[in-house]
């Protein structure tokens, strides 16, 4: 596959970089991540209005830009360069993909001009509390809701962990099993508001300042037939390839970051002198500088295949058999690029000596986000795993 950008595509990848690097400065990100909430609304708002980035890959029909998920990786990339504090990855990469993927017409008709018009965040929820046991894969194992069938609709109960911006996104998709069931049986998806009553949030801080995490627990939440998304075997599918795209875009966010902090490391070497020399001029330090080049190029390699793959999967008019050719994609994807920003981070800190540990510098915060991201959703030795399992059915 020989891949580049259209012009369009550029432009769009340009725009999102101009744009996040005045807004979102070290400044702006330790501003945000002091705050419970965890970003600014009228920044939020701006990226909303002006910009239209959380419309880029609603179709036409629901007032969205119609865009793929290549135009979205590439705004991701330019957020994960700047660590944008924004409900765009739990809106646009969890939630979108969701009711693209999973979502009744009703349900897409109701939600998605909503988020176009920058009045409604989502998110995705589905781990329970004992999510860490399954091997780390995060898959349909982890789901910590039961539901069960009642008069009104629905009684969802249990808890969720990890619910990236849970405590403050107004739309729940929430995945949940019947009593008994293991592994994809028994699944269904729903959409509620977060306001339902029985829902009770609690924001978890976490390693990664500058990315919220919540708990949810539902106490006999009861919701109509129409909150329903999808249910039966057909489910546990889609919450799978959900989780794909989900992976995708969060290797994109990763693949950025891991760009981002070697920029970093070669201004700073270009900058600090040691022994009468600047230190870029080490050959040492530049086998380094050359070898988290490396990953980087091969972690957008496998990102921009994955996003290609991903749009096929998302297209009304793809190929339902692409499910496990994503799969792989996004699994290889999230593995590579989580090991990369993980390894670039790490040598960022190396490359500024003893300032790469204080406060004062940026390079921490990357590196808590390397640790976060990397265990989100199953770090790289467990997507090696999904890998290996895929290739043997």
């Known amino acids: 596959m020989e891949f580049r950008f259209t012009d369009e595509q550029r432009m769009i990848r340009d725009t999102a970089a101009a744009f996040l690097q005045d807004v979102s400065d070290s400044a702006a990100v330790r501003k945000a ?21 959380q419309a880029i890959t609603v179709p036409e029909a629901y007032g969205g830009m119609g865009l793929g998920q290549v135009e979205l990786g590439a705004v991701l990339e330019q957020m994960g360069k700047v660590l944008l504090c924004s409900p765009f990855f739990a809106t646009v990469g969890l939630g979108v993909n969701a009711l693209l993927l999973a979502g009744t017409e009703e349900q897409k008709a109701r939600y998605l001009p909503a988020i176009v018009d920058g009045a409604l965040t989502a998110t995705l929820g589905w781990t329970g509390v004992e999510a860490a046991r399954f091997g780390g894969q995060w898959g349909c194992e982890a789901i910590g809701l039961q539901w069960q069938a009642c008069d009104e609709g629905y009684r969802l109960s249990g808890e969720l962990r990890y619910v990236i911006d849970g405590h403050s996104a107004d739309l729940l998709i929430v995945a949940a099993r019947a009593p008994g069931t293991a592994g994809r049986d028994g699944v269904a998806l729903f959409a509620l508001s977060a306001d339902t009553a029985g829902v009770r949030r609690e924001w978890q801080p976490t390693l990664d300042q500058t990315r919220r995490q919540a708990r949810l627990q539902f106490v006999d939440v009861l919701v109509p037939t129409s909150a329903c998304m999808a249910g039966g075997e057909a489910a546990g599918q889609l919450l799978d390839d959900i989780l794909a795209l989900v992976k995708v875009a ?29 230190i870029a001029s080490y050959q040492a330090l530049k086998h380094k500088a050359a070898d988290m080049l490396l990953k980087c190029e091969v972690s957008r390699s496998a990102v921009y295949y994955a996003a290609c793959i991903a749009e ?15 799969a792989e994609a996004a699994a290889m994807a999230k593995a590579y690029c989580s090991d990369t920003l993980f390894h670039n981070a790490g040598s960022a800190i190396q490359l500024h000596g003893g300032v790469g540990f204080t406060w004062e510098y940026d390079v921490h915060l990357y590196f808590k986000r390397a640790k976060a991201s990397e265990l989100y959703l199953g770090a790289g030795a467990a997507q090696r795993e999904l890998i290996a399992s895929l290739l043997l059915d």
């Open 250 to 278: 969060l290797a994109a966010e990763q693949m950025g970051a891991a760009q981002q902090v070697l920029d970093m490391s070669v201004a700073y070497m270009q900058e600090r002198v040691q022994f009468g020399r600047q």
């Open 312 to 326: 096929e999967r998302v297209n009304p008019d793809g190929d339902a058999g692409l499910a496990a050719e994503l």
């Open 33 to 53: 991540m002091a705050t419970e909430l965890g970003y600014d609304p009228d920044l939020w708002q701006r990226i909303c209005q002006e910009l239209c980035f």
